[in-house]
């Protein structure tokens, strides 16, 4: 009885994958990915553009909170967007190219969903073992800027006309 209860159970298994593999599934965005450890925006940045590198994602657009990335193989492609803050991190559906999106059920091919998994456990990884390092501390640069009349005069005596000979070269 019981190896006729797994026959079956293994049959409607192999069949469901089987279906997956040539129908759609319902899209799995990735809201809100609590980050753990303690780590500056710059590091976080750097661990989702490394996690974009190493799973071959082009990054299409980099904003100061937010990625634009692009996966393309063959003859399809996928648009995703990470934001990130101190906190969590998300990743969101955009667009794609020849996946079977149907935007009134929120379904595509499946391997949409492996491939969002895949950089979300890169991510991960690299917010695991990223060393956090210290913002590159901006300096202000001080000019001293002259009196507008003595910028006046400098400029009117550069203005004098300048005589070039012909066949020599000035060097400045």
Request: aromatic share 10%; proline share 5%.
């Amino acid at each position: 009885m019981k190896f006729h209860v797994l026959k079956i159970f293994l049959f409607t298994f192999i069949l469901s994958l089987g279906m997956s593999g040539c129908g759609t599934v319902r899209i799995v965005d990735v809201p809100n990915q609590p980050i753990t450890r303690q780590l500056a925006t710059h590091d976080i940045r750097k661990a989702i553009e490394y996690a974009l590198l190493q799973r071959q994602w082009m990054i299409v657009k980099r904003e100061k909170n937010y990625y634009i990335a692009k996966l393309s193989k063959g003859k399809w492609s996928i648009d995703i967007r990470i934001t990130y803050s101190k906190n969590s991190y998300s990743i969101q559906y955009l667009s794609s190219k020849n996946l079977k999106y149907d935007a009134k059920s929120y379904t595509i091919h499946p391997g949409y969903n492996k491939y969002i998994a895949k950089l979300k456990k890169q991510i991960e990884m690299n917010l695991r073992v990223i060393t956090p390092t210290k913002q590159p501390v901006k300096k202000k640069l001080e000019i001293a800027i002259p009196k507008e009349e003595n910028i006046t005069q400098d400029v009117e005596e550069e203005q004098q006309p300048v005589e070039v000979v012909p066949g020599e070269v000035e060097v400045w």
